[in-house]
């Protein structure tokens, strides 16, 4: 029988997820755990895998949609499973013991997304589709006109990028603006869209009609890869016989309107909820890096020639916050309701920068890792953030957050909490800073570390010594290196 794919939970607090591409079409062979769907969440873009074998039977959901957890996203058919060619989706046919040839039919719940609308008792179908008959004609025009509402029920969007007029109106117009267009004898391509990026609606469609048939100017108007509608009230343009200099020009002429969608509208979504749900509070120590540099430094190249990676300082800063962790399990620890939750196993989250939007992977165990295997765990789990190759689980489940903004060249932040976490370490760029160092003045290798904390469960004092911590173990230098070929 059918199988659902359901929007999973990728992280703690993700609770919903964006279609960026559909990596199988309808009608597809998928095995199981073969990829079907790209998704973006402020976590990472992840690819869900398919649960069942079979064929991709119905897509519930469209590119650059927004699809909340536990939501449908498409249905596939058991293997053998017969499929029903039905413009711009698929059906699964009827079982014996389901279909009945006296009760009277049913319409089909309507589609929105990946939710489901009852339908409406009182409801017609349009028009019959002429070249069916029987019950088949039936079932396939009830089918066509439910999946003609649901397109025009859904909110008009568009995936990010410019593409041409008439690939844009032809493949992102709903099926029933396409039906339209054709009984009307419009070509879509000289359509100007309404919707986002110019994408064709039902009422542009009429609006177009009816202005032709008044015999007025219906041609889109170009502007750069846009087009403008055409309005009866819009006034003549002004001739221009010269360029427009800057200072003549409009200010919303100066201006780039960008939507906030993808993983940057997820992004900002959990900023925001992090920061109404805790009461941050930033404590910023300063540390001598001086045996850490002196350390890197003398086994930097064996290391590369026998790890293939680069010897950073993020290693060692993972591995003193980890033992400083042991220490101070509150800095560990969730807060669910009126519960706090100490955690006794320590998943390190990473903050990358991607092209994206900024991703934090996760390090699991990292108290078992030592700093060869950390740091190939930082360059792989970067790498791969970057190209977009990031599984579900190692975006999920980390217990303790780090961020890099030293490697851009901040020298002190403020960083706001992964929730459900308890605390963020942010570690700062290392400069050569005149210091007091007993008592006479010396030039050293000076490092912010900067602790945001959720102050409903970590009090300040518990704060300062966890980060005093850290600070001595990077002071004190003492970490082995296998560097031995």
Excluded at 254 to 263: C, D, F, K, S
Excluded at 324 to 344: H, T
Aim: with cysteine; hydrophobic share 40%.
């Amino acid at each position: 029988m059918p199988t659902e794919v359901i929007m999973p939970q990728i992280g703690e607090t993700v609770v919903s997820g964006t279609i960026v591409k559909w990596l199988k079409e309808i009608g597809d062979q998928v095995a199981v755990d073969e990829s079907l769907v790209e998704i973006a969440t402020d976590k990472a873009n992840v690819e869900i895998p398919s649960p069942a074998a079979g064929v991709l039977q119905k897509k519930l959901a469209e590119e650059g949609e927004e699809v909340k957890v536990g939501g449908l996203l498409a249905i596939i058919s058991a293997p053998g499973e017969k499929v029903a060619e039905v413009p711009g989706t698929a059906t699964v046919e009827k079982r014996p013991e389901a279909a009945s040839k006296t009760a009277e039919p049913q319409a089909p719940s309507k589609v929105v997304g990946a939710q489901f609308i009852a339908p409406k008792e009182e409801r017609k179908p349009e028009k019959k589709a002429p070249s069916l008959e029987g019950e088949k004609a039936k079932e396939r025009e009830t089918e066509e006109e439910r999946i003609e509402e649901a397109e025009a029920a859904r909110p008009v969007e568009s995936e990010e990028g410019i593409v041409s007029a008439a690939e844009r109106r032809l493949t992102k117009s709903s099926p029933l603006v396409r039906r339209m267009a054709k009984e009307h004898g419009v070509n879509l391509a000289d359509v100007t869209g309404s919707g986002l990026d110019g994408r064709v609606t039902k009422e542009d469609i009429l609006d177009y009609v009816a202005r032709r048939q008044k015999g007025i100017e219906v041609a889109p108007k170009p502007v750069g890869a846009q087009f403008i509608a055409p309005k009866e009230e819009r006034k003549p343009e002004k001739k221009e016989t010269a360029p427009k200099r800057p200072a003549d020009q409009a200010l919303e002429d100066l201006e780039e309107v960008i939507p906030l969608e993808g993983m940057r509208k997820a992004i900002a979504e959990h900023m925001a909820r992090s920061k109404r749900t805790s009461p941050h509070v930033t404590t910023v120590a300063e540390a001598d890096m001086s045996e850490v540099s002196a350390l890197r430094e003398k086994n930097k190249e064996a290391f590369r020639q026998k790890y293939g990676v680069s010897l950073t300082f993020l290693p060692f800063i993972i591995a003193a916050s980890v033992q400083a962790l042991k220490e101070f399990p509150y800095l560990n620890s969730s807060l669910v309701d009126d519960r706090i939750i100490l955690k006794r196993y320590y998943h390190v989250g990473v903050s990358v920068q991607t092209e994206r939007g900024l991703m934090t992977p996760v390090i699991r165990n990292a108290d078992r890792l030592g700093v060869e295997d950390l740091a190939k765990a930082v360059d792989s789990l970067a790498r791969r953030a970057r190209e977009g190759r990031l599984s579900l689980n190692e975006i999920q489940g980390g217990t303790f957050s780090i961020t890099n903004p030293g490697s851009y060249g901040a020298i002190l932040s403020t960083p706001i909490i992964n929730q459900p976490q308890a605390a963020i370490l942010g570690a700062e760029k290392i400069e050569k800073r005149a210091v007091v160092v007993d008592d006479a003045i010396a030039i050293r290798p000076m490092m912010y570390l900067c602790l945001s904390y959720d102050h409903r469960i970590v009090d300040g004092a518990t704060s300062i010594q966890f980060l005093q911590r850290v600070r001595a173990l990077l002071e004190a230098g003492k970490f082995e290196i296998d560097v031995c070929l």
